[in-house]
């Protein structure tokens, strides 16, 4: 029938077909489905494939695909929608499986990071492991060590990790950083050594570039043309650095942010040592960097009663300070700015408050009481704040209703939280790396499960197989050899049915 319209009757006069089309890609899904009904030529019209198929593609669905690849862009929208409604109706009432990321072998969760569902976590020991939550059956594979010729004793503890789309990265406490590539295989494809304690590690969100700090130096490492991992750019700064982050998006030489103690530098090849920020004796608590602007926590003191507690938005083209939020007793101890949505910006603060604030005016938006120890971690979406606090709790909030639909608690700080739009990842990880019960003068060498901290990763989507909502301590088989080892972690076989 489509292809024997030529003209399409718009009141007194006659269309091309081609020219109607481009009038009704103006029209929205409720307009289109009224001009269905006027007639069965404009029905045809109104449920033209292409324009159903924009729609999909400006409402953010199925953007990897072209318009071959559906016979019907209708139905395809419908079940875009309704899958998110359902996703949302899950998140709320917390309708979906959770499970541990456990590592059982009596050793202590020095830090965890993630990535699009792919989380690290590294450990006392000075093993480092990889999940993928994407996927139920999953192993836990271990990423080896380069060990040097004078590895003598046991491996030094890790100290931070890192995880972008490609890579993986680890600092050790003995000056040691390994790379490893996710497409390769377990060995390490670059190490380099510092000669002191690092204090932070840095991985871009996309490409291969790796930034620490050790002492007074930042030194960048990434690929050359050919592949070679060599030391692209080496800064000398100051004063010690705080916290390290890399630019995304950045196309030629790396750019990274430091901040150390009261200075917040701009690290470009071209220009080395460029100061955007710093006034003497207020130092920076938190940073978080997009692709043009970072934004950073500033602790002023009690004798500077005219500059409150607040976040600085830098402009990273102009260096210039764009925005002065907030106005606080407490200092900002956390910001999230690159995983936020436009013009949007969410901060946790020791006063045990989580800010939502709107990039284009000074007040928050919306101010929650959450933690009683103060927030440690936040990430937001357009609907939804989850935040996590030293008391190791996790909250998830209706940012627009300004209330809590649920909360969940572990023993120690939430260090790292990450979710997407039907999983969620937290990390609880323990400020005491060496607890009573775990030094070579006791007599159990391991540490107590609950010295050991822990991973959840929690999945909300609807359509789960019903063996995925089953609690892994029932997905084991008679394959399992142990039931029970010395600090009574069980695993009860059951039929493979």
């Not at 999953?138 to 590895?151: K, M, N, Q, R, S």
């Not at 930042?218 to 700064?237: A, L």
């Not at 220009?271 to 043009?292: F, I, R």
Request: proline letters at 4%.
């Amino acid at each position: 029938l489509q292809n024997e319209i030529n003209e399409v009757p718009f009141f007194d006069i006659q269309l091309p077909y081609e020219l109607a089309l481009k009038i009704f890609q103006y029209l929205g899904k409720a307009e289109l489905g009224r001009c269905a009904q006027v007639s069965r030529t404009w029905k045809v019209l109104a449920e033209d494939e292409v324009l159903w198929y924009r729609l999909c593609q400006q409402e953010g669905y199925l953007l990897d695909t072209s318009i071959s690849d559906r016979s019907c862009w209708k139905l395809a929208l419908k079940d875009c929608r309704a899958k998110e409604r359902t996703l949302r109706t899950n998140w709320k009432n917390r309708i979906g499986a959770v499970s541990q990321l456990q590592y059982e072998l009596g050793k202590i969760l020095c830090d965890v990071h993630s990535c699009d569902g792919v989380v690290i976590a590294g450990y006392t020991s000075g093993e480092v492991r990889l999940w993928d939550t994407r996927t139920w059956d999953y192993t836990a594979p271990i990423l080896e060590p380069v060990h040097g010729p004078d590895d003598a004793g046991p491996p030094p503890h890790v100290s931070f990790v890192r995880i972008n789309s490609s890579l993986a990265a680890a600092a050790y406490e003995d000056g040691t950083v390994s790379v490893w590539s996710l497409m390769v295989g377990r060995e390490p494809i670059h190490r380099y050594q510092h000669n002191q304690r690092i204090q932070a590690l840095a991985l871009g969100s996309e490409g291969a570039a790796v930034a620490t700090a050790s002492g007074f130096e930042v030194k960048v490492e990434s690929p050359n043309d050919r592949g070679f991992w060599q030391t692209t750019e080496t800064f000398e700064i100051q004063k010690l650095v705080n916290f390290l982050n890399l630019v995304p998006d950045v196309t030629g030489s790396p750019v990274a942010v430091a901040a150390a103690e009261d200075v917040v530098y701009l690290l470009k090849s071209e220009d080395p040592g460029k100061v955007l920020h710093s006034v003497y004796g207020q130092p920076v608590t938190c940073l978080d960097v997009s692709a043009n602007e970072a934004a950073f926590g500033v602790k002023s003191f009690g004798w500077l009663l005219n500059e409150p507690n607040q976040i600085l938005l830098y402009n990273l083209e102009t260096s210039q300070c764009l925005k002065k939020l907030g106005n606080s007793l407490g200092d900002f101890t956390c910001v999230n700015l690159q995983d936020s949505p436009p013009n949007m910006l969410v901060a946790g603060n020791k006063d045990r408050r989580v800010r939502v604030y709107d990039l284009r005016q000074s007040e928050s938006l919306c101010s929650l009481y959450a933690h009683h120890l103060g927030v440690s971690a936040v990430q937001m979406d357009d609907w939804k704040v989850v935040s996590g606090g030293e008391e190791g709790l996790v909250c998830v909030w209706d940012q627009r209703m300004g209330t809590k639909l649920w909360e969940m608690h572990a023993r120690h700080p939430v260090r790292h939280l990450w979710f997407n739009s039907h999983s969620l990842i937290t990390a609880n990880i323990p400020d005491e790396k060496t607890p009573r019960g775990a030094s070579i003068m006791d007599d159990d060498l391991t540490a107590h499960r609950k010295h050991r901290g822990i991973i959840y990763a929690y999945e909300f989507s609807a359509d789960q197989l019903a063996v995925e909502s089953v609690l892994p301590i029932c997905r084991s088989s008679y394959d399992e050899v142990t039931g029970y080892n010395y600090n009574i972690g069980l695993a009860v076989p059951y039929d493979n049915i």
